[in-house]
């Protein structure tokens, strides 16, 4: 059975997409059969994989709102064992239709039911906001991902992400876990980011991952040309965090 893994802020600019889509490529590459579920109506999970929207059938849009079976929304990717539901801007006007479907909340839960013994990971990239999209997320996920920009203000809004979650537990999930907050963007020649580090590590109500997520030229255009970071430059600082943060993960889910 799949470990499901959201990765949730809803903070837009902190590393979201990017911790996503090089996890996922990084998990695939260690031999583990992974899903990447794009559910942010943006897609650029979807894009920055390199997945055309020409290329697309079904999305993530379908199976939640029409309840389409997953396995026909599935897409492969450029990165051998990784497979991805895409986005596409139909899931826009999605969270005000899911208002008034029955048990709006399971959606995604129930899709991913049907297909997630296939995946050793799951991985869902969700939307900078705590809506009926974000809901669906954090109730079908086994565990919570949660990355923290090194920059002023980064636990700002912290408080209410936990807040959803303690609700999520007690209404929806009771066995979300929060799998560990993740410091991105870290830059180790400024003040700030050594102070963010501190105060994440000494005040984060949660697990922390060892892995520091570096600021990065390469992380920032590899996207550009819809590739992971394993990708465009193997030997880049990123890509060597990214890789020492999905060992980190096997590692907990042992």
Do not use: W
Request: charged letters at 20%; a neutral charge; one cysteine or more.
């Amino acid at each position: 059975m799949a470990n499901i893994l959201a990765v949730v802020n809803q903070k837009g600019g902190v590393g979201k997409t990017t911790t996503s889509v090089n996890l996922s490529a990084f998990l695939a590459r260690e031999g583990k059969p992974t899903l990447l579920i794009d559910i942010d109506p943006q897609g650029n999970a979807t894009s920055g994989i390199g997945v055309s929207s020409e290329s697309i059938k079904s999305t993530i849009y379908d199976v939640i709102a029409h309840k389409t079976h997953p396995t026909s929304a599935i897409s492969l990717t450029p990165v051998r064992g990784l497979h991805i539901i895409p986005s596409t801007e139909d899931l826009a006007g999605a969270e005000v239709e899911l208002v008034n479907f029955p048990r709006r909340e399971f959606r995604l839960k129930e899709a991913l039911f049907q297909i997630f013994e296939n995946y050793n990971y799951i991985v869902i990239d969700c939307p900078p906001s705590l809506g009926l999209l974000t809901v669906n997320a954090l109730t079908a996920a086994s565990k919570v991902i949660i990355p923290v920009q090194c920059e002023y203000y980064a636990l700002e809004g912290l408080g209410n992400l936990l807040k959803t979650l303690t609700l999520i537990r007690n209404s929806l999930n009771p066995d979300l876990k929060i799998e560990g907050a993740l410091l991105t963007m870290h830059d180790k020649r400024l003040k700030i980011s050594h102070r963010v580090l501190e105060e994440v590590r000494e005040n984060f109500p949660g697990p922390v991952f060892e892995t520091i997520i570096p600021r990065s030229v390469r992380l920032a255009e590899a996207p550009s040309f819809g590739k992971s970071i394993f990708s465009y430059d193997i030997f880049s600082t990123g890509a060597r965090a990214y890789k020492n943060l999905a060992k980190e993960v096997i590692e907990s889910g042992r």
